[in-house]
């Protein structure tokens, strides 16, 4: 069956012992223009068209799309340690029409991260996905860019054995901002006894449940970063908030193999200073707010749970832009990671 | 006939949905097509709430 102008949104038993199913929607050659992918399909979904046929296939039938009709191979992947600014990059990105951008596709999001799908099938259906969503929809696109959900970065090893060859940045901001963001308005999976897909802190339900919003939040946090931390290597590149917007079409562009045109930064630009979750509204710094607004339990939360592997990710950003300065980010090829990075107990 | 994803409105929708339907002998009502729309989004919500 030939599936142009759809796209798959969600995954329907994925996660039971039964046949796994897809469900689609018709998008015809709309582009993912609003912040989120789930954003632009609800609006789809109000589509007359959409509200009286729905569309279920079974998952072999997206493999059979995938041999059938190839999408395009991803640019860059976007992990990102939640509220860092994130949206704001893969907005900017979306304001080219060459570029095709899913910001947290949840079919996506929900295959990387599900580890009770035995591999190789996981990996297989993962780059099933990835390929459907990635079909050009207007036909000008030339790249392709994934910004995964925050806690997705758990699965970073999985991801990247799906799709070694793909770059990624990993986008991360102050520790206490990010903090004070969640506690005024939570995310699901930073929020305590909120059960989600994702299990980011090892420890029993009670204990859980009985943590405060924010030692609760900053665990989750810091776990996200310590992941990005472990997950570093030759295709990564760490992105702290300060360097935005221009890293997106100076150090990210490099990273992806990607260079903007000077009207296509200029496009950017301008992206850039509107608030990227609300995009009529003009962009207003908020930093200094929310650093105002720590209170003692935050700050230490803050200092036990993210701020070691924050500094770590500063350790490692600043080693790897001494490298670039030197000429040599090229990967240590019995490590992974570029030398100065390797941690690796051997010499390389 | 022009695509059905080209229906702007409902009513034209179902207008098209009908005529497709006569055509292969399938005698359908709009209170049946309201009925599936009615359907489909109680079932949309369902899924959201279960996400």
Not at chain 2, 10 to 16: K, P, R, S
């Amino acid at each position: 069956m030939k599936h142009d102008g759809w796209v798959p949104i969600r995954m329907v038993g994925a996660g039971g012992a039964g046949e796994a199913f897809v469900d689609w929607c018709w998008l015809g050659e709309e582009r993912f223009t609003q912040p989120f992918f789930d954003s632009t399909i609800e609006i789809a979904q109000g589509l007359p068209f959409n509200r009286l046929f729905t569309h279920r296939t079974s998952i072999a039938e997206l493999g059979a799309w995938y041999a059938a009709s190839p999408g395009m191979v991803p640019s860059g992947f976007l992990f990102h340690m939640s509220r860092c600014g994130s949206t704001l990059v893969s907005r900017m990105l979306t304001a080219l029409p060459e570029n095709l951008v899913i910001s947290e596709a949840g079919p996506i999001d929900l295959l990387a991260r599900a580890g009770w799908i035995p591999e190789p099938a996981r990996a297989e259906w993962l780059r099933w996905m990835v390929s459907a969503l990635g079909q050009k929809r207007s036909g000008r696109e030339t790249r392709y860019f994934i910004k995964f959900d925050s806690p997705t970065v758990l699965a970073l090893p999985a991801i990247r054995r799906a799709f070694p060859s793909v770059p990624w940045i990993f986008l991360y901001r102050d520790p206490a901002e990010v903090l004070i963001s969640h506690l005024r308005e939570p995310a699901a999976a930073m929020t305590p006894g909120l059960i989600t897909d994702v299990r980011a802190i090892d420890a029993p339900m009670q204990e859980v449940v009985a943590m405060s919003p924010e030692e609760y939040a900053a665990r989750v946090i810091g776990r996200i970063c310590e992941c990005a931390r472990l997950g570093i290597d030759g295709q990564g590149m760490l992105v702290n908030y300060t360097q935005l917007p221009e890293v997106v079409w100076g150090e990210a562009a490099r990273r992806f193999g990607v260079e903007f045109s000077p009207d296509e930064i200029a496009l950017m630009r301008e992206a850039a200073l509107y608030d990227a979750k609300r995009p009529r509204q003009r962009f207003e710094a908020d930093g200094e707010g929310k650093r105002l607004e720590v209170s003692e339990p935050a700050r230490v939360a803050v200092t036990r749970w993210i701020l070691p592997h924050y500094e770590e990710l500063e350790r490692l950003r600043a080693a790897a832009g001494v490298l670039r300065n030197l000429g040599d980010d090229e990967p240590c090829a019995g490590h992974g990671p570029a030398p100065l990075l390797c941690e690796s107990a051997t010499p390389c | 006939m022009p695509a059905l994803t080209s229906a702007g409105t409902e009513a034209e929708l179902f207008a098209m949905v009908l005529a497709l339907g006569r055509e292969r002998g399938i005698e359908l009502t709009v209170a049946e097509l309201e009925e599936i729309v009615r359907a489909n989004r109680r079932a949309w919500f369902e899924r959201w709430l279960v996400r």
